[in-house]
């Protein structure tokens, strides 16, 4: 029996919950070859929608194609140069051999060494000599252009972790390089999406920027919650077991509609169900599950300053001033300075997000580690 709830991987198929509206969303622009770029926290679901808007669009439109990159683990731009056009090729090509003889077609001033893995069409690898691709990288960043005019094809190129590309040597340089080739593409679309919502909102939404008003940015809500409730319910029922209503409500408010969270603690509260499970089961599960990332959480505290501790003390028992004198002195926070200075580095790392001038935690379970175990036992 396969496990009813999915998560650390895409949603697919009945994993994959609500965002019908930003489905639609997604699509449109996909087909129109609209440039797109999605802000939310981590792990709300960016990918699975991304890719489920992606298998829309190809079962019901011919001569589209998707192109999928992946910037975690590049650093650098040469990184960014051979993997765009890696990946472009794998997309464009349905034979191996067709991919080389484009990879040759293509780059006429560039001449790039080619290596075929066991696999063929997914091991294609392509080397560029770096002093040449420094003089002359126009050919790779026009290359999905290139190959989509070529092939009358519609090509949309969807980046993951791009806020990455913050941290190039001379970023704004190569953000300017990258948008004024892209900008001119008729016949392919860029989807920009990344993990770390602070970095993405300094690419896209600050007016001197490059790629301010690259796109149609839209920004990625929680799931609802009537939304969660029947998926839990459905996926319990599919595999011959039952969720009582109180125990589901108990799944979606300890996840505070986070969707990766709602899974890991359903499915973890699922494995422990024989035939119905209860609201009982559901707390052991998030109990269980807020022991297994202690260790990780004590690390985090332990790289925060005294000052943001103090902050996310006040933040977590519920102070809507921390800048207000009683506050500060009831958190030892040492000044309206500190306490500023004290939100802006928690948002650059992520564990705070600020919507609409709200402050929340973006890791509900971290939330709920804080309130009862690293300031509950104080």
Known sequence: MELPFVYGRIATDANFTDRESETKHLVENFRYLINTVIISPRRWGKSSLV?????????EQAGYRFCFMDL???KAEEQ????????????????WDEAVESAKRFFSSLVPKISVGADPLNEIS???DWNELKKNPDEILDIAENMAKAKGIKLIVCIDEFQNIA???????????LRAHWQHHQNVAYCLYGSKRHMMM?????????????GDIFFLNKIDGAHLLSFIKERFEATGKKIEDQAAD??????????YYTQQIAQNSWLRTRKVCTEEIVNEAHSSLVRQFGLLFSHLMESLSFQQTCYLEALINGEKSISSAETMHKYKISSATAASRS????????ILDNSGGTLAFQDPIFAHWLKTEFFGKL
Do not use: G, M
């Not at 890719?51 to 079962?59: D, G, H, L, Q, Y």
């Not at 960014?80 to 034979?95: G, H, M, N």
């Not at 941290?167 to 390089?177: A, N, S, T, V, Y």
């Not at 300094?202 to 690259?214: G, I, L």
């Open 51 to 59: 890719n489920r808007a992606a298998e829309i669009v190809k079962s």
């Open 343 to 350: 939100q802006k580095s928690l948002l650059q790392k992520d």
């Open 126 to 128: 392509l080397d560029f």
């Open 72 to 74: 975690f683990n590049v």
């Open 202 to 214: 300094e690419v896209f939404t600050e007016a001197s920027r490059p790629f301010y008003k690259f």
């Open 167 to 177: 941290e190039f040597d001379d970023p704004l340089f190569f953000q300017r390089r």
């Open 250 to 259: 108990r799944i979606v408010q300890l996840a505070d509609n986070h969707p």
């Open 80 to 95: 960014f140069y051979t993997l765009l056009a890696q990946s472009v090729l794998r997309a464009t090509a349905s034979k």
